[in-house]
């Protein structure tokens, strides 16, 4: 099937990551540019990668275990990427809004714009993340897990043969 995506491309949460990474790596040039922030830049560049690549990784996993785990992962690197933008706002005095529309996010040299789009776009997809994690867990309550249903299978396959 030419022209047709892996199944993770539909996933809001991934879809939500990539923006995340790239209004990070935009945010970073823009606000974090000087060498005295390069440690930062890194460290939040690093955690909106990693949690986009997570969720690629765990989608891709045979193990519904492995894939809840690297959710958790993908939670665990928006908190911490979500903790640097809230210490951006604290050390300059700016504020985070609870809510944030999309208007305007990268129209303005001023951090507060970007700073609470991203912020609250992180927020979004924790929430969302959130879901899909005991989504997948009440998934594997009900149906087991990948080695669960090999076992099955092998059970089957041994009565067959006897």
Do not use: H
Not at 101 to 110: A, E, H, I, P, S
Not at 111 to 133: V, W
């Amino acid at each position: 099937m030419a022209g047709s995506k892996p199944g993770y491309e539909y996933l809001i949460t991934y879809q939500n990551s990539i923006e995340v990474y790239d209004l990070t790596i935009q945010f970073c040039d823009r606000f974090l540019s000087g060498r005295e922030y390069l440690r930062t830049r890194e460290q939040m560049v690093q955690a909106a990668r990693s949690s986009k690549q997570c969720i690629v990784e765990g989608y891709l996993q045979k193990s519904l275990k492995g894939y809840i785990k690297l959710l958790g992962v993908t939670r665990g690197s928006n908190e911490e990427l979500l903790k640097d933008y809230e210490d951006f706002a604290r050390t300059r005095e700016l504020t985070i809004l609870p809510k944030w529309d999309k208007g305007g996010k990268r129209d303005n040299l001023n951090p507060f714009i970007p700073l609470n789009y991203s912020a609250n776009l992180i927020r979004r997809t924790n929430y969302l993340l959130d879901r899909q994690i005991r989504s997948l867990e009440e998934k594997f309550i009900k149906e087991g897990g990948y080695t669960e249903g090999i076992f099955r299978k092998r059970l089957d396959w041994k009565s067959k043969t006897r």
